[in-house]
């Protein structure tokens, strides 16, 4: 039986956040340090990027964010030309309607709502979270997400706005909120199983 909303809430507390966000870092941090090695590399070179006012993925930094999201798609990420990847996430970057960000990234080979939410989480990291099926489950063991879940872009608009209300209830930021959820699920969770409707989601990326 899954806890009501107002319980979740009380679960999903600051501390629970920072001890699982700890717990990300210590495990899978440690465990696949060239993961933690693309976040430092890639965020502060586009950070680099908005202050020139040019701000823009180039091929070989969009490959490196995609597979972090996701391998298995690496030959539909590198058969999309440079230019094409300069021209679009240029214009998703400057878009200002959220789903028009994702919908323009979602144009590139390979590029689901996971991989378009994680691109759009190192351009904006304040902004925008990483959806990813783990961080779903917890929610959804939690009682605060209760809708099926397709990975559309509606999903995206729904879960964007939901993890902007937690962090900023916390004060926490959108990736440590984003680690504790993908680290609770993956110790486990609240019952040491995966929401049945979630089970064959995981790795989703188009």
Same mark, same amino acid.
């Given at each position: 039986m899954?806890p009501?909303a107002a319980?979740g809430?009380?679960?999903?507390?600051?501390?629970?956040?920072?001890g699982w966000?700890?717990k990300?870092?210590?495990?899978?941090v440690?465990k696949y340090p060239?993961?933690a090695e693309?976040?430092r590399?890639?965020k502060?070179?586009?950070?680099?990027?908005?202050r020139k006012?040019?701000?823009?993925?180039?091929?070989r930094?969009?490959v490196?964010?995609a597979?972090?999201k996701s391998q298995?798609p690496l030959?539909?990420?590198?058969?999309?030309?440079d230019d094409?990847?300069?021209?679009?996430?240029?214009f *998703? &970057?400057a878009a200002?309607q959220d789903d028009l960000k994702l919908?323009l990234?979602? !144009?590139?080979?390979?590029v @689901? $709502?996971?991989v378009a939410?994680?691109i759009l989480?190192?351009a904006?990291?304040?902004e925008?979270?990483i959806?990813d099926v783990?961080?779903?489950?917890t929610?959804?063991?939690?009682?605060?997400w209760?809708?099926?879940?397709?990975f559309?872009?509606?999903?995206?608009?729904?879960?964007?706005?939901?993890m902007r209300?937690?962090?900023?209830?916390?004060?926490?930021?959108?990736?440590?909120?984003d680690?504790?959820l993908w *680290? &609770?699920?993956k110790?486990g969770?609240?019952d040491?199983?995966?929401a049945?409707? !979630?089970l064959?989601?995981? @790795? $989703?990326?188009?």
């Amino acid at each position: 039986m899954m806890p009501s909303a107002a319980k979740g809430r009380e679960v999903l507390s600051r501390e629970f956040v920072r001890g699982w966000a700890d717990k990300y870092d210590a495990d899978y941090v440690k465990k696949y340090p060239e993961y933690a090695e693309v976040e430092r590399r890639v965020k502060p070179w586009l950070e680099t990027r908005f202050r020139k006012g040019r701000p823009y993925l180039d091929k070989r930094h969009f490959v490196d964010i995609a597979t972090w999201k996701s391998q298995r798609p690496l030959r539909r990420y590198e058969s999309n030309d440079d230019d094409l990847v300069q021209e679009v996430t240029t214009f *998703a &970057f400057a878009a200002r309607q959220d789903d028009l960000k994702l919908r323009l990234l979602m !144009l590139l080979d390979g590029v @689901g $709502v996971p991989v378009a939410s994680t691109i759009l989480h190192f351009a904006f990291p304040d902004e925008y979270p990483i959806m990813d099926v783990r961080a779903v489950t917890t929610l959804t063991q939690l009682g605060l997400w209760t809708r099926p879940v397709q990975f559309s872009v509606a999903d995206w608009q729904v879960y964007t706005h939901l993890m902007r209300d937690h962090a900023k209830r916390l004060d926490v930021t959108l990736r440590e909120l984003d680690k504790a959820l993908w *680290a &609770f699920d993956k110790h486990g969770g609240a019952d040491g199983a995966k929401a049945p409707s !979630l089970l064959e989601a995981d @790795g $989703v990326t188009d």
